[in-house]
Nanobody, 124 residues
Framework: QVQLVESGGGLVQAGGSLRLSCAAS????????MGWFRQAPGKEREFVAA????????HCADAVKGRFTISRDNAKNTVYLEMNSLKPEDTAVYCC?????????????????WGQGTQVTVSS
């Protein structure tokens, strides 16, 4: 089993920045893609960003493009989400996920492992 643990969430003022981390642990961890999703109460889960674990190519949702940056540290089995110019509408629970297959990066059902989520609240 693979465990993903997010950290770095919190309260930040609009326009501010926050960095989320997702550490993967477990036996024989291997992932093709790792991504970030978010979900606000009453809304569906939304794709945020994803990164190819081995090669580092990325894809970001249009809503966060230019503001968020996804990166990874293979040696630490950790993926990061740097969030800048935060807006109140970015408020959500952010979850990281890992896919061990060549999946559709933007589709949550394509991912095999999920973290518990970390709350991000952006005040206006």
């Amino acid at each position: 089993q693979v465990q993903l643990v997010e950290s770095g969430g919190g309260l930040v003022q609009a326009g501010g920045s926050l960095r989320l981390s997702c550490a993967a642990s477990g036996r024989a961890f291997s992932a093709y893609v790792m991504g970030w999703f978010r979900q606000a109460p009453g809304k569906e889960r939304e794709f945020v960003a994803a990164i190819n674990w081995s090669f580092g190519n990325t894809h970001c949702a249009d809503a966060v493009k230019g503001r968020f940056t996804i990166s990874r540290d293979n040696a630490k089995n950790t993926v990061y989400l740097e969030m800048n110019s935060l807006k109140p509408e970015d408020t959500a629970v952010y979850c990281c996920a890992a896919s061990v297959t060549s999946a559709r990066w933007t589709i949550g059902a394509s991912y095999d492992y999920w973290g518990q989520g970390t709350q991000v609240t952006v005040s206006s």
